[in-house]
C-alpha cells in the first residue's frame, strides 16, 4: 500500500519561505516521477511541479522562480522550497505519485 506523508505546512507572512516535505512508503520511490499539487480555497486542485526519476523538473508558470521541487530517493522523499510567498500561494498543498495523494497540507499566506 503506497503512502504519501506531507509536513512542513503553517502559516507564513507575504515574502517568506517554507519547505513542504512528502515522504512515501510502500512503493519503489525512485522510479517514479513525484508531483506537488495545490488547492486554493473554493477553487479547483491545479498542477504546482513535478519531478521525474532523472531530475527534470517542471513548474507552473505562477511559480517560476520562487519554488523549487527536489528529491532524495535515500529517503524516499520529495521536497518543495517555496520563497517569495504570496498570499495567492495560499492553498492545502498535496504530493501525488501515478494515482496516489497524500493528505495534503495546508499553507496560508498572510500578514
Known amino acids: 500500500q503506497v503512502q504519501l506523508v506531507e509536513s512542513g505546512g503553517g502559516l507564513v507572512q507575504p515574502g517568506g519561505s517554507l519547505r513542504l516535505s512528502c515522504a512515501a512508503s510502500?512503493?519503489?520511490?525512485?522510479?517514479?516521477?513525484m508531483g506537488w499539487y495545490r488547492q486554493p480555497p473554493g477553487k479547483q486542485r491545479e498542477l504546482v511541479a513535478t519531478?521525474?526519476?532523472?531530475?527534470?523538473?517542471n513548474y507552473a508558470d505562477s511559480v517560476v522562480g520562487r519554488f523549487t521541487i527536489s528529491r532524495d530517493n535515500a529517503k524516499n522523499t520529495v521536497y518543495l522550497q517555496m520563497n517569495s510567498l504570496k498570499v495567492e500561494d495560499t492553498a492545502v498543498y498535496y504530493c501525488?505519485?501515478?494515482?496516489?495523494w497524500g493528505q495534503g497540507t495546508q499553507v496560508t499566506v498572510s500578514s
Open positions: 510502500g512503493t519503489i520511490f525512485s522510479i517514479y516521477t
Open positions: 501525488k505519485q501515478t494515482v496516489y
Open positions: 519531478i521525474t526519476s532523472g531530475g527534470i523538473t
